[in-house]
């Protein structure tokens, strides 16, 4: 099973206003998946009330989402916490292969490899691979961790570019 709460095909898919995607469980993408085909998932919140992707867990990768291939992921004003991967990566976020442009994110306290060390968990807060994309601006990535490698941020074969943001405690 894919897609804790949202699985996502060639589609797309907004998702704004005072949104909350919590507590959901997959094998891949606690909170959601967004697979290739050209899909484009845009979240939007505000500067005073948050979408928050929160307390989801994925049992592989992907804690908060996974995306993959040919898709578009467009964060604003976004609170990505609590996540986590149980055996693998990215615990708030897996990209293999995707873009992902965001604005005023917060990635904070998730976790890789919550299960324990196998070898495998890389990329707290994010892992991109594949010729993933990622474009943060104003944002932060704090207090992520995981078992092995990239508290904050894993990244091979991918494009990151980070403009005002801040990436500590990790």
């Known amino acids: 099973i894919v897609g804790g709460a949202l699985g996502v095909v060639n589609a797309i898919v907004n998702i704004s206003g005072a ?38 867990v994925a049992r592989v990768r992907g804690g908060g989402f996974r995306t993959t291939g040919n898709t578009t992921v467009n964060l604003e004003h976004v609170e990505i916490t609590g996540n986590s991967a149980e055996i693998q990566r990215g615990g708030a976020i897996y990209a293999d292969g995707a873009r992902l442009i965001g604005a005023n994110v917060r990635i904070n306290n998730n976790h890789a490899g919550s299960l324990g060390r196998t070898g495998d968990e890389e990329g707290g807060a994010l892992w991109l691979d594949g010729f993933a994309h990622l474009d943060l601006t104003d944002s932060e990535i704090i207090g992520n961790r995981s078992e092995v490698h990239g508290g904050g941020i894993y990244a091979t074969s991918a494009t990151v570019t980070l403009t005002r943001t801040a990436v500590s405690d990790n």
């Open 19 to 56: 949104s909350l995607i919590s507590g959901n469980r997959a094998e891949d993408g606690g909170g959601f998946y967004s697979d290739s085909g050209g899909s484009v998932v845009t979240i939007t919140g505000t500067g005073a009330t948050k979408v928050q992707i929160i307390n989801n």
